[in-house]
């Protein structure tokens, strides 16, 4: 979707969201693990769900799936309770911690999740577009990480879902395997079906994602499509190599905020990258290699979650 598509998406939302969450809030004692989470996805978005850890990704897929009961607020699913859309098949889940068994072939299990739903896609074909055909036989206990994720995509794939719901899908998996399930997936969604996924690895979010939602300490802090994210932190990225400078000269140079230090190598985020550089090469003249790029999603999502992230 570009912009326009995306803005007439979310005005249109009001008549069928695909998940709407208002007010919501979920607290493990004074921990505020979801605090006051607004947010619409339009049928056929694909909304990624970015976040350090602790930032409450993980919390509010749960509450999305109703395996947690918010403290405040609700949740709904094209119009329906979680466990109602759930017991007619229109949400499916790829759960990182979701467990299989080991003694099961990976047929069976999928097999049996399908048994589970009135109208479910063939197993077969849960098994093809999750590309592991060839591992139907093979007995839980014998798969590698990145082939048990692939196989809890075929379980969530089983019941022909209108939205999808994955926490870290590609965890585990090799660049190939990556590379392989974004194939797949992309697949799935262009049958316009709705995609939620928390990641880590913010080039997925960058090259798949219509629209990102970045929550901070259970709050959404950012929510639009990358180049409005990215709008947000504003700013550009320098990078040089600057031999003898100090993580201490780096932090106080104007315009920083953020920045790493690897070496001589250094990499800021700058609000400022003219003042930046001109303070760089007055407290190290020996600085070259220097590059001056706009700020990317990672760049973004440090800016946006510095104060969590680094106390600045």
Same mark, same amino acid.
């Given at each position: ?8 998406? $979310? ?6 969201? &695909?998940?709407?969450?208002? /007010?919501?809030?979920k ?16 049928p ?6 970015l /976040?350090p850890? %602790?930032?409450? =990704?993980?919390t509010?897929i749960?509450?999305?799936? /109703? ?9 709904s699913?094209f ?5 109602? #859309?759930?017991?007619? /098949? ?7 911690g ?9 047929g ?5 999740v @399908? ?21 139907? =036989?093979r007995?839980?206990? =014998?798969?590698?990480?990145?082939? =048990?994720?692939?196989? $809890?995509? @075929?379980? #969530?794939?089983v ?7 994955l ?9 190939g ?14 049958? *316009? ?7 880590h ?11 990102v ?5 259970g ?6 499509s ?8 504003g ?6 190599? &600057?031999p003898g400078?100090?993580k ?6 104007? %315009? ?5 230090v ?20 007055? #407290? ?14 990672? *760049? &973004?999502?440090?800016?946006l ?6 106390g600045?």
């Amino acid at each position: 979707m570009n912009a326009t598509e995306i803005g007439q998406a $979310r005005s249109a939302v009001a008549q069928g969201a &695909a998940v709407r969450l208002t /007010g919501l809030r979920k607290h493990y004692g004074q921990v505020r693990a979801v605090d006051g989470v607004d947010l619409t996805i339009a049928p056929g978005e694909v909304v990624a769900l970015l /976040g350090p850890n %602790g930032a409450g =990704k993980s919390t509010t897929i749960d509450m999305i799936l /109703g395996l947690s009961r918010p403290d405040a607020g609700t949740v709904s699913v094209f119009g329906a309770e979680p466990s109602g #859309a759930i017991a007619d /098949g229109v949400i499916g889940a790829m759960l990182q911690g979701g467990a299989l068994l080991d003694d099961a072939t990976v047929g069976e299990m999928v097999g049996m999740v @399908a048994s589970l739903h009135r109208t479910p896609m063939p197993v077969a074909e849960a098994l093809r577009r999750a590309g592991i055909e060839e591992l139907a =036989k093979r007995r839980g206990n =014998k798969l590698s990480g990145g082939q =048990k994720q692939r196989v $809890r995509f @075929a379980v #969530a794939l089983v019941s022909d879902p209108d939205l999808l719901l994955l926490d870290e899908p590609t965890a585990a998996m090799d660049v190939g395997s990556r590379r392989e399930f974004w194939r797949s997936m992309q697949a799935f969604t262009d049958t *316009g079906r709705t995609v939620l996924f928390a990641t880590h690895y913010l080039e997925e979010a960058e090259e798949f994602a219509d629209r990102v939602v970045l929550m901070r300490g259970g709050r959404v802090v950012a929510d639009g499509s990358v180049a409005e994210v990215r709008a947000l932190a504003g700013g550009r990225t320098l990078r040089a190599v &600057a031999p003898g400078a100090t993580k201490t000269a780096i932090a106080e140079l104007p %315009g920083v905020t953020e920045y790493q230090v690897r070496g001589d190598r250094i990499a800021v985020s700058s609000n400022d990258s003219d003042a930046t550089l001109r303070a760089l090469l007055t #407290a190290c003249p020996a600085a070259h290699d220097i590059e001056i790029t706009a700020i990317g999603l990672e *760049g &973004a999502f440090l800016t946006l979650t510095a104060d969590e992230e680094t106390g600045r």
